[in-house]
Structures are given as structure tokens and as C-alpha cells.
């Protein structure tokens, strides 16, 4: 992890000067929105193939779970090896990964014994293992440093503050001893408490106790004032390393895996018989979604996390049909989410539109008297932005859009009456019962439609030339006749499919 | 939209679509009183769909339906329905007794509890069907053709003048077959019409006195005799239709 | 008359939901003497209240919960209970924090997801995971990004909105009971009313519209309860883990029984307990949150139904598994054995050992086991080979099977009883014998 940090920034300061670099991710907003668009980049990619394999909610599931891998985790740590804890050690994702993971089998197993159905086998699952996980949080929360707002919400507004440092010039480390001269020593009675005594009364020994002995980073070392020379020192945070290593991951997978996932997604019976393995890419998927989910944790939290596997992938799917194209656009829907939402935290709407104006609006038309400052959680602010992205995407669409459906629909109503209206005349025109079933004044009652609507239908075929009204009864011009068969031909032809199941 | 009253079922120029796409196409369609009926046609040629357009289950795009000269909504508790058996959910927590009350739901009306007389009716009815010692099964614990015959008392119970089943013969046992075939003949003895979705070609001809063809439109109707013929077979079924050794058809790849 | 023995078998079964409630009687008395002798807790007014709030709210969401279960929308409870956090920050924002206000925005805002799932549904191509994951995100995106504002107005931190997220039953004070009371009475009232209809619909709607009945308005009705029993469940549980009161207390009751009021009355009971148990441990230390330990309760009672239940339950049908596989392994062996010897030569042709294993490995073990012992078998010539007495055996079985086959096709032509059909069993023992002849007769005539 260290060693991968260290490489990217030697390539960063190819081209940026420390200085620069530092201020650059000391500012909040460029830290979460690079860790915003990390973590929407990954999950997109993988829930695109999670959406098209109907299996969306299962990011439900992992990442209710990881909270209880990384709880269980921790304290296994902490507790048990003495390791110090931190949530972005490499051995906790694991642990935590193998948790998510644990829990898409055990759902599986729950529904394979037939007494409980699928659906309610996950929502039965995932509320269990996340109520254990919130009652050890609320038992052990000094333990853990997790309270529960970091579980709902993740702390990605603070993620630049915390960071590795590393050291590029004047790295010496310092290592105070009692006998160095910066070291602080104080007496402290060591028997007092044990006979019940105060350290002035006689009988109390005492041992020299070092305040602040140690080893120090060069980091620490100068901001304790014992170097002379400044190190030139790169702060970089570990949530962006991780979520990083998380988006390669998905990436590489989805590379070089593509067309075994393709053909798993769409024909699982095809793949296996082709030799491929259905069930590995699909453990596959599930260990890389858990892995991302851990890894989102502390920007993001354990919940608003499945906003960045769901919502993109299904408002690309709005807009292709392709899954190139979709896997190109929900990275991209996910990631405009993740900067926009930013600035919708802070108030902002695209930088055009403030918060703040339409509290006051509110305010002023309700009679009531809320702040006017919009200050609000960022994870929860990007994931409204992408679900205002997948808003846009329904209503917008130029194929499956509400506008362009409603369009086509018009349309193909007209052209569908049109071809009832035609049929009608083409079946009864050369019977006995024509006189009856073909009158102009009456024709609108065999179709139970408004009279209004069939004279609306007639005025179009004829402006088209294909009827004409001959003594008050409707019948087919020529071409009339030859539209009937046209359309007739390719309508049976479409139904007629061998059908073999 | 006909006159003439003697007809139980009466269809005039009914369209179906899904999103635009004509399911069923200017359906003309008259059946008369006491005729066992069967509608026949491949797959995909909008049977179960005109059924449940005539049921009101679908919404038409065009057309008008009429039993016994009166619309859907004033000749409800003449019309009895058998869905096909795949529609619903066989472990749903209910006993057979309980499925074929519910029968008689609709005629309680709103607020009304099902009492003694109608289990008494459902209990004949079960007897009807040879189902008196499963009253008490779950409905998951039966086989299919008694799912089938558990649906077809269901049916019975309503005491309907005109019933209408979809696929009733799918996938069940040769007894249960012989049930419903008992039972379709009990109910024409009664003067009741039946109208069947069927997929047997073989058994048309022994169990319907009356068939419809369909493919989309409809391509003949009337008694069997007259319209179950190759050749209306043959526009039926697009040609895809091979004669067996003694004189039967089949349906290429059915 | 087939009414009186009917009568008889309903009698019985009703008597195996006696079972559960008993059981279930016994843990809360046991609970209750538990916690005042050994963890010293003193049944005071507030964790009475605390404890009847509870309970109450879990028999309302146990009982809605079984209609969520059958009509297999458990994630939608998730989903709709995710989405009622907006529904109660507005409320709050913009009416204060009267509980009935709150309540009725987190129904208004469940109800408005609601609706989105179903117009996401029947315009697009989304399937319902989807929508519904799309749902819960952005509306519990919605929820939080409302009560980090909230928390940046001036003295709004003590509203105690964040009980809504993981539940506090020791906020419940009297007169929230009397309001729970009282919309959890008429809920029960409108289920019973509309009983036959909620079962029709659930059951089968195809069905009960060609019977005159309006599903789209019974649907929406049933749909608008279970949202009252999310709503009021809230305070216990919590949004993130409502669904699990709702659905819990359900499946549980479903192993019981087979008959949807019995299921209803029994997810009512567990509902109770998970609830009452639940708020009251968690009323004890402010330490442990109300929904996470209601839940664990809860799911005890799932585990303990799914594992115990009699007839349903697993241990019940790995029994019955292990007798079957005990009592058919060797008949299955032999039958496979018999047809792949006489598909490769004869009757006495070896047959491979991968063969028998790639079938049933276990079952092929046991029933070789059986059939070597019995001498129905031998192993030699590079496989199993069937000895005269197997043979015989063999051919046997498959003559029961053939007469099983003519039984199925003439059973009513030859007027014979009606049986269930067992192919594993031998039909003589469950046929008369001239039926038997009958069945012989036919299949001479089929042979020749």
C-alpha cells in the first residue's frame, strides 16, 4: 500500500512541484471529489453487469455485511493480535471482503433449503448481520472509533486529513531516548496506589516515566520542533489509495474478463457449455463488489455505498442498448454525480442555482424560519446527484425516455388504429353483412370508440388515399387493399415463428 | 353488438394489442348457447389472449363483448373462469376446501364472510371433481392435474352459464383428463357453454362439438365437423403441419 | 358425507399452532422472571410502557408482514421504510416535532417511493431490483442529506429525529401508545374486514378480477397497510432495519402452518415477542439500540422455526430424506444398473463403477452396500455385475413400474381407485387383486 503510494507520487511530481501537490490535496473538496469519482467509477463498472444480471440488490446485501466483516475485523485486531487498528489496513478489507462474500453464500444456502424465497431470504439476511454489526459498534464504540453517523453517512469530507506522509529531502527520523535532551521525564510513584498511600507519605518509590520518548517520523519530528532542517514532506490520503487500488481492480477485471462476463450475463447455459465457468465469474463479481464496498467505507458508509453500484448502470441503461456503451457512460454518470454533488452539499446546484435561495423562498411563503445556509452530508449530497442524473437520464432519453416513448407511442397508436380500421374493411367489405358493419355513421360503435375518434381515424385514411365512402359505406382504395396485405403479410409472418418451447 | 340473443358469447370486431403489436386482430365471434368450444391455434396466436380480453383481464384496443346479449359488467355472475394453473402461487398458506370457496367470493360481495352453505357447495364441488379426500391438503402438497381439478371445482361453485378455462389439459395425468372431460360433458348435459383453450389437435375432435381456429385472426369457427378440417388446419398453422400414419395431424414441432 | 371427517382433520391441525404459541408464552414468562432475578431489572411504569409500545408494534408489523412475505415483496419493506427518513425530516422542517406529524410524512414519503418504483417499472425497462435499489439510495440519500441540515439549526439536535434511523423504544411515552393504539386497531379492523378480499387478491388476481373484484384498489389498499405498519414500526426498529420486523415474525409463522390465518395470528404472537423482548432489553442500558437487538430476537424466532417446525422444518426433512435415500438407495442402484447393462448386452454385462457414481454418488454407495450384502450384486470383470437373484429382482421392479404406467393410463376406463401414485412402492400391495389382473391383462395385450 505504501510502496504503491510512493510510486504515484514520484509520477505525480514528474509533473507538479510538491508544494503544489500538497495544496492540492489538502483542499477537502479535491480530496472527495477524487474519492467520490474513484468509488463511482468502480461501482459503476461493476454494477452495470450486477444490473443486467438482475442481481442489483445483492450490493445491498454485501455492503450491509462488510460493516460487520470490518467490526469483527477490527476487534479480531485490536483485540486479539494487539495490532493497531485502522480501516484501511489490507488485511481488514480481506477480512471484511470474505464476510460480503460469506453472506451472498449464505442467502443462497438459505434459499436452496426451499423454505424461504429469495427475496425474503436477503431481507432477512442483511438486516440480521447489520444489526449485530450496530449492536458491537454501540458495545465497543470506543474500541472500534466508529460511531454510528460514520456507518450511515462515511466521513469523506474529512478524508484529507487523513494521511500517510512521505518524506522526499531531510528525512531523518529521530528517536528520543530519557537520556536525549528533548526528553520530558517526570517521577511517578509506582507503589502508591497498590498501599493505599499519597506519593508525599513515606514508604512511596518512585520511577522516572518518559513523556514523550519514542521514535519519529520525520513528519513528526518536525512538527515536534526537533529537526532544523524542514523535510520536504508529500501528506497523501490513505481513503484515495485505497479507493484507487479499488478502481484498478474493477477495471482490470472488467478488461480483461469482458467477454467472459458478457456471455455469463446474458447466456449462462451457452458460457458453460463453451466451457467457460458461470459460477467463478460470478464469485468473481461478488468478491470485487464486497472489496469496493469495504474500500468505500469510510468515505461513504455502509449504505449510501449501493447508490454508486444501482443508480448509474441503471440510468446508462436508459440510454444504450450497447454494453460497451454502458459501461463507458455509468463511470462517467457516476463520477459527474460524485463533482457535482460536492458543490450540492455546499449549497450549490451546478454553480447556477443556489439552496439557499429556495430555503429562503420556502421561508417566505410558509411563514417559517429556516436557516438559510445548506450545509449538508456530502456522500448523501453525491448520491443525490446521481439520482437526479438518473432522473434526467428516464425523462430525457432519446430512446427510452418518457418524452421519446410517449412520441412513439402517439405515433404507433395512429398507425395501430389505422391498421384496425383497415383490417375491419378488408374482412367484411365482399360479405353479405357490409351494409351493416361498414356504414360511415355507425362504424365508430363495432369499435366502442368515441364517434369523434373514428371520424378522426377516417379523415386520415382518406387524406392517405387508401379509403374512399361510397352510398354512406366505407371501403378500400387499391391501395387500401395492398397496404391490408402488406401489413398482414408481415404481422403473421412475426407471429408465425416456430415456437418450441 | 348482435341481435340475436340465442348466442352465449358474442364478440364483434375485437383488437388486442401489446405496445401496438396486435396480439388479436378484428376478432368476429359468435358462439351459441350450450356448445363445448374449443379455440385452437400455434403458439403465440393470441388464444389465452382473447380469453382475457373477453374477461375485461386485459384492456382492447377496439371492440365490444357481449353474454347472453348483455355487457361483461351485468353478466358477471354468468361467467365462470379457469385460469391456466401456472398463473399463481401453489405454496400460498391455503387448504383445497379454502381455494374452491373463494369461488364464491365474488357473489358475497363486499364485507361478506364466506358460511356454512358455501362450504356445503364447495364440498360437492370438490366431489364432483374426485377430490372429496384431499379437501383438507395444502395446496402444495397436490399434483398437477389435482391443482387443474381443484381450479376446475373453483370454476364449478360459481354456477356460471358460460365458463371459460385456458389450457385446463396442460401437463396433467390421463385421470385427471378423464375428469375434465366428465365434467365438460356434465356441464353441456346442464345447457351450459364452455369455452376451452386447447392444445391437443388429436382430442379436438372427441371432446368439442364446436372449435375455433386461430391464428391472430380468426381463420374459421363452427361446429367441429365442418371447420376441423386439414385445410383450415393448414391456413391455421402456416403449413407447418405434417399428417400422421393414420390420417391425423400434428403441428410441426408441437 | 365427507363434511364430518373434514371437520376431524381441521380440528387436528389446528392443534400444531397451539404448539409455537405455547412455546412462545413459556419464553416470555421465563424471560420475565429471568430478567427480575438474576439482572435485577424492576418492572417500573416507563418499562411497561416501553414494553407494551413494543409489543403492540409488533403485532402490527407481524401481521402486515405476511402479506409483504406472499406476495414476495420483502425488499420492497426495505425499500419503503428507507424512503419514509425524507418523509419525517420535511415533516419535521416543516411542521415540527408533533409524533402523528412526523408519522404521516414518513407514510407520505414510503407512499411517494411507492408509486416511483411502479412508474419506474411500467415505463422503463428496469427491472424491480433495480427500481427498487434505486429507491432506497436516493431516498435514504434524500433523509440524510435533510438531517445534517436539520442538525445545523439551533437547538433541532434534542428532536431525537436519529431515533427514526436505528430506533428508541425508551423514547415511547404513554401517549404514544394511545396514538399507536389506536391506528394499530384500525388497521387490524380493516385487514379483518376486507379479509377474503386481501386473500383472493394475494392469492390470485387474474381470479379475482374476472370475478367482478377491483385488484388495482384492494392492491393499493393492502399496499397503503403494510406502509401504516412501516410507518409505526419506525420508532421501534428504524429505518435501516425495519424490514426485518416486518418479515421476520412472517416467515417464521409460515413454517407453522398451512392456512393464512393461523400464519397471520401466529406472525401477530412472534411480532409481539421480538418487540417486547426487544424494546425492553434495550430499555435497560441506552447503550444497546432498540431495532438491532428487536431484530436479533426476531430472528432467533426464524431460526428456531425454520430449523424445528414439525413437517417443515429442517431437521424434520433431513429425516425423512435420509429414510427415504435409506429406503430406495438399493431399488434406484438396482434399476440403473439393470438398464445400462441391458443397453450394453445383457442383463449380466458389468457395469462401470463411474457410471453408478456420476448418478447419485452417495445414494449409489449405500444402495451397492445393501445390494452386495443382500447378493443381488458382485464386483468383478472391471465392474458391478448383477447376479441371477439380482436380475430377477430387477426385472420385478420394472414390471411394477410398467403396471404404474397402465394404472396411470386406464385407472378410470377400469373404474380402479383412485390412488396417489407411488412408483417407488410395489402397486400390489396397494391395489385389490383383480385390479391387479386387470392391470396384467392390459399389459399382455400391449406385449403381444
Given at each position: 500500500m505504501i510502496l504503491l503510494e510512493r510510486a504515484?507520487?514520484?509520477?505525480?511530481?514528474?509533473?507538479?512541484?510538491?508544494?503544489?501537490?500538497?495544496?492540492?490535496?489538502?483542499?477537502?473538496?479535491?480530496?472527495?471529489?477524487?474519492?467520490?469519482?474513484?468509488?463511482?467509477?468502480?461501482?459503476?463498472?461493476?454494477?452495470?453487469?450486477?444490473?443486467?444480471?438482475?442481481?442489483?440488490?445483492?450490493?445491498?446485501?454485501?455492503?450491509?455485511?462488510?460493516?460487520?466483516?470490518?467490526?469483527?475485523?477490527?476487534?479480531?485486531?485490536?483485540?486479539?493480535?494487539?495490532?493497531?487498528?485502522?480501516?484501511?489496513?489490507?488485511?481488514?478489507?480481506?477480512?471484511?471482503?470474505?464476510?460480503?462474500?460469506?453472506?451472498?453464500?449464505?442467502?443462497?444456502?438459505?434459499?436452496?433449503?426451499?423454505?424461504?424465497?429469495?427475496?425474503?431470504?436477503?431481507?432477512?439476511?442483511?438486516?440480521?448481520?447489520?444489526?449485530?454489526?450496530?449492536?458491537?459498534?454501540?458495545?465497543?464504540?470506543?474500541?472500534?472509533?466508529l460511531d454510528e453517523d460514520a456507518v450511515l453517512v462515511g466521513e469523506i469530507g474529512l478524508a484529507w486529513a487523513n494521511t500517510n506522509s512521505h518524506c522526499y529531502q531531510h528525512c531523518d527520523s529521530v528517536t528520543i531516548t530519557p537520556e536525549h535532551p528533548a526528553a520530558t521525564l517526570a517521577r511517578q510513584c509506582s507503589n502508591c496506589r497498590e498501599l493505599g498511600i499519597s506519593p508525599r507519605d513515606d514508604g512511596a518509590e518512585f520511577v522516572e516515566i518518559c513523556g514523550n520518548c519514542g521514535v519519529y517520523s520525520p513528519a513528526r519530528a518536525w512538527s515536534a520542533g526537533l529537526l532544523q532542517n524542514q523535510p520536504h514532506l508529500v501528506f497523501f490520503p490513505k481513503s484515495i489509495t485505497v479507493t484507487l487500488v479499488m478502481g484498478l481492480l474493477s477495471v482490470c477485471f472488467v478488461v480483461i474478463f469482458y467477454k467472459e462476463l458478457k456471455l455469463t450475463t446474458f447466456d449462462a447455459g451457452l458460457a458453460k457449455a463453451l466451457g467457460f465457468r458461470p459460477g467463478l465469474m460470478n464469485y468473481g463479481l461478488m468478491i470485487l463488489v464486497s472489496l469496493v464496498a469495504v474500500g468505500a467505507f469510510d468515505a461513504v458508509g455502509s449504505i449510501l455505498v449501493i447508490a454508486f453500484f444501482i443508480i448509474p448502470p441503471a440510468a446508462a441503461y436508459l440510454l444504450t442498448d450497447r454494453l460497451s456503451l454502458m459501461l463507458l457512460l455509468s463511470p462517467i454518470i457516476g463520477a459527474a454525480g460524485a463533482v457535482f454533488g460536492y458543490d450540492l452539499a455546499r449549497g450549490q446546484l451546478f454553480g447556477i442555482w443556489d439552496v439557499g435561495a429556495a430555503i429562503a423562498f420556502i421561508n417566505q411563503s410558509l411563514g417559517l424560519d429556516l436557516p438559510a445556509r445548506w450545509d449538508s452530508s456530502i456522500s448523501a449530497s453525491m448520491v443525490l446527484m446521481i439520482f437526479l442524473f438518473f432522473l434526467l437520464a428516464w425523462v430525457l432519453s432519446p430512446r427510452y425516455g418518457l418524452i421519446s416513448t410517449f412520441v412513439r407511442r402517439l405515433h404507433q397508436n395512429r398507425r395501430f388504429q389505422n391498421q384496425v380500421v383497415l383490417a375491419h374493411i378488408?374482412?367484411?367489405?365482399?360479405?353479405?353483412?357490409?351494409?351493416?358493419?361498414?356504414?360511415?355513421?355507425?362504424?365508430?360503435?363495432?369499435?366502442?370508440?368515441?364517434?369523434?375518434?373514428?371520424?378522426?381515424?377516417?379523415?386520415?385514411?382518406?387524406?392517405?388515399?387508401?379509403?374512399?365512402?361510397?352510398?354512406?359505406?366505407?371501403?378500400?382504395?387499391?391501395?387500401?387493399?395492398?397496404?391490408v396485405h402488406e401489413f398482414r403479410k408481415v404481422m403473421l409472418a412475426t407471429h408465425n415463428v416456430p415456437d418450441l418451447d | 353488438m348482435n341481435d340475436k340473443v340465442s348466442s352465449a358469447l358474442s364478440v364483434g370486431d375485437l383488437t388486442v394489442a401489446y405496445r401496438s403489436k396486435p396480439a388479436i386482430w378484428d376478432i368476429d365471434l359468435d358462439v351459441p348457447e350450450g356448445v363445448l368450444m374449443a379455440i385452437v391455434g400455434p403458439n403465440g396466436a393470441g388464444k389465452s389472449t382473447l380469453i382475457k380480453a373477453v374477461l375485461n383481464l386485459i384492456p382492447r384496443a377496439a371492440g365490444a363483448v357481449s353474454f347472453y346479449g348483455k355487457p361483461y359488467e351485468r353478466a358477471r355472475s354468468l361467467v365462470g373462469y379457469v385460469p391456466q394453473r401456472g398463473s399463481v402461487d401453489w405454496d400460498f398458506p391455503t387448504s383445497v376446501l379454502d381455494v374452491v370457496t373463494m369461488g364464491l367470493y365474488g357473489k358475497l360481495g363486499w364485507l361478506r364472510r364466506p358460511g356454512r352453505q358455501q362450504r356445503e357447495q364447495a364440498l360437492q364441488a370438490l366431489d364432483d371433481v374426485g377430490l372429496t379426500d384431499l379437501v383438507d391438503r395444502q395446496i402444495s402438497q397436490l399434483s398437477g392435474g389435482q391443482q387443474q381439478r381443484t381450479f376446475l371445482a373453483r370454476a364449478l361453485v360459481q354456477d356460471a352459464q358460460i365458463y371459460f378455462m385456458d389450457e385446463p389439459f396442460a401437463a396433467v395425468d390421463a385421470i385427471t383428463e378423464r375428469a375434465i372431460v366428465n365434467i365438460l360433458h356434465q356441464l353441456k348435459e346442464r345447457g351450459k357453454t364452455v369455452i376451452v383453450v386447447h392444445h391437443d389437435l388429436q382430442t379436438v375432435e372427441d371432446y368439442f362439438d364446436w372449435v375455433?381456429?386461430?391464428?391472430?385472426?380468426?381463420?374459421?369457427?363452427?361446429?367441429?365437423?365442418?371447420?376441423?378440417?386439414?385445410?383450415?388446419?393448414?391456413?391455421?398453422?402456416?403449413?407447418?403441419?405434417?399428417?400422421?400414419?393414420?390420417?391425423?395431424?400434428?403441428?410441426?414441432?408441437? | 358425507m365427507p363434511g364430518s371427517t373434514v371437520k376431524a382433520k381441521l380440528r387436528s391441525d389446528d392443534h400444531r399452532v397451539w404448539l409455537p404459541v405455547i412455546i412462545i408464552v413459556l419464553l416470555g414468562l421465563i424471560f420475565l422472571a429471568l430478567s427480575q432475578a438474576v439482572f435485577g431489572v424492576r418492572y417500573t411504569f416507563t418499562v411497561r410502557v416501553v414494553a407494551l409500545g413494543g409489543a403492540v408494534l409488533g403485532v402490527i408489523s407481524g401481521v402486515l408482514g405476511c402479506f409483504a412475505v406472499l406476495r414476495r415483496e420483502s425488499l420492497m419493506g426495505d425499500a419503503l421504510s428507507h424512503a419514509a427518513l425524507p418523509g419525517v425530516a420535511l415533516a419535521f422542517l416543516l411542521a415540527g416535532r408533533d409524533l402523528s406529524v412526523l408519522l404521516i410524512g414518513a407514510g407520505i414519503g414510503s407512499w411517494i417511493a411507492l408509486r416511483f418504483v411502479s412508474a419506474v417499472l411500467s415505463t422503463t425497462r428496469i427491472k424491480q431490483d433495480a427500481a427498487m435499489g434505486i429507491v432506497l439510495?436516493?431516498?435514504?440519500?434524500?433523509?440524510?442529506?435533510?438531517?445534517?441540515?436539520?442538525?445545523?439549526?439551533?437547538?433541532?439536535?434534542?428532536?431525537?429525529?436519529?431515533?427514526?434511523?436505528?430506533?428508541?423504544?425508551?423514547?415511547?411515552?404513554?401517549?404514544?401508545?394511545?396514538?399507536?393504539?389506536?391506528?394499530?386497531?384500525?388497521v387490524l379492523i380493516a385487514l379483518a374486514l376486507f379479509w377474503k378480499e386481501f386473500k383472493l387478491v394475494t392469492f390470485d388476481p387474474e381470479f379475482a378480477s374476472a370475478n367482478g373484484f377491483r385488484v388495482g384498489f384492494i392492491n393499493t389498499m393492502l399496499s397503503t397497510l403494510?406502509?401504516?405498519?412501516?410507518?409505526?414500526?419506525?420508532?421501534?426498529?428504524?429505518v435501516i432495519l425495519m424490514v426485518g420486523m416486518l418479515i421476520a415474525p412472517a416467515i417464521a409463522a409460515r413454517q407453522w402452518t398451512r392456512r393464512l390465518n393461523q400464519m397471520v395470528i401466529l406472525a401477530g404472537v412472534f411480532g409481539a415477542f421480538s418487540g417486547g423482548i426487544g424494546a425492553v432489553i434495550s430499555a435497560f442500558d441506552s447503550d444497546i439500540p432498540t431495532g438491532p437487538t428487536i431484530i436479533v430476537v426476531a430472528f432467533a424466532l426464524v431460526v428456531f422455526s425454520i430449523t424445528l417446525a414439525p413437517g417443515r422444518g429442517l431437521l424434520w426433512s433431513a429425516w425423512r430424506q435420509r429414510l427415504d435415500r435409506r429406503r430406495f438407495a438399493a431399488l434406484n442402484t438396482l434399476r440403473d444398473l439393470y438398464r445400462y447393462a441391458i443397453a450394453h448386452g445383457g442383463a449380466r454385462t458389468p457395469v462401470p463403477d463411474d457410471f453408478l457414481r456420476g448418478i447419485d454418488d452417495r445414494g449409489a454407495a449405500l444402495g451397492l452396500r445393501q445390494l452386495k450384502s443382500a447378493g443381488r450384486v458382485e464386483f468383478g470383470d472391471g465392474g458391478w455385475q448383477l447376479t441371477q437373484s439380482g436380475v430377477e429382482l430387477a426385472e420385478g421392479a420394472l414390471h411394477n413400474l410398467r403396471l404404474w404406467e397402465l394404472y396411470r393410463l386406464y385407472a378410470d376406463e377400469l373404474a380402479l381407485p383412485m390412488l396417489q401414485e407411488d412408483r417407488q412402492r410395489d402397486i400390489r400391495e396397494r391395489l385389490p387383486a383383480d385390479a391387479i389382473a386387470a392391470l396384467e391383462s392390459r399389459l399382455e395385450g400391449r406385449q403381444s
Open positions: 504515484l507520487i514520484d509520477l505525480l511530481l514528474n509533473v507538479f512541484t510538491r508544494e503544489e501537490l500538497n495544496a492540492f490535496l489538502r483542499s477537502p473538496q479535491n480530496t472527495a471529489t477524487i474519492i467520490g469519482c474513484l468509488i463511482a467509477i468502480s461501482g459503476a463498472l461493476l454494477g452495470s453487469f450486477l444490473l443486467l444480471r438482475g442481481m442489483s440488490l445483492t450490493s445491498d446485501a454485501i455492503s450491509h455485511t462488510v460493516l460487520l466483516g470490518i467490526v469483527v475485523a477490527f476487534l479480531l485486531m485490536t483485540e486479539v493480535f494487539g495490532m493497531e487498528g485502522d480501516t484501511s489496513s489490507p488485511w481488514l478489507i480481506i477480512g471484511a471482503s470474505l464476510a460480503g462474500v460469506g453472506t451472498v453464500v449464505l442467502t443462497e444456502l438459505l434459499f436452496r433449503s426451499g423454505l424461504v424465497r429469495q427475496d425474503a431470504a436477503l431481507g432477512l439476511a442483511f438486516p440480521l448481520l447489520f444489526a449485530i454489526a450496530i449492536i458491537l459498534v454501540s458495545r465497543f464504540a470506543e474500541d472500534v472509533h378488408h374482412n367484411h367489405q365482399d360479405t353479405e353483412r357490409r351494409e351493416v358493419e361498414l356504414r360511415v355513421d355507425t362504424l365508430h360503435l363495432h369499435f366502442r370508440w368515441q364517434p369523434e375518434k373514428m371520424r378522426r381515424v377516417l379523415a386520415r385514411l382518406r387524406v392517405m388515399g387508401l379509403v374512399r365512402m361510397v352510398d354512406q359505406l366505407v371501403e378500400l382504395t387499391e391501395r387500401g387493399d395492398a397496404h | 375455433t381456429l386461430l391464428n391472430v385472426e380468426i381463420i374459421a369457427t363452427g361446429p367441429t365437423a365442418d371447420v376441423f378440417t386439414p385445410d383450415n388446419l393448414g391456413r391455421t398453422y402456416g403449413g407447418r403441419m405434417t399428417y400422421l400414419s393414420d390420417g391425423q395431424l400434428m403441428p410441426v414441432g408441437d | 439510495a436516493g431516498w435514504f440519500a434524500a433523509g440524510i442529506a435533510l438531517l445534517t441540515y436539520i442538525q445545523s439549526i439551533p437547538d433541532a439536535s434534542q428532536a431525537g429525529l436519529d431515533h427514526f434511523i436505528f430506533g428508541q423504544a425508551a423514547a415511547i411515552v404513554e401517549s404514544d401508545i394511545e396514538l399507536i393504539s389506536i391506528v394499530g386497531v384500525v403494510v406502509v401504516v405498519a412501516i410507518v409505526l414500526g419506525l420508532q421501534l426498529a428504524g
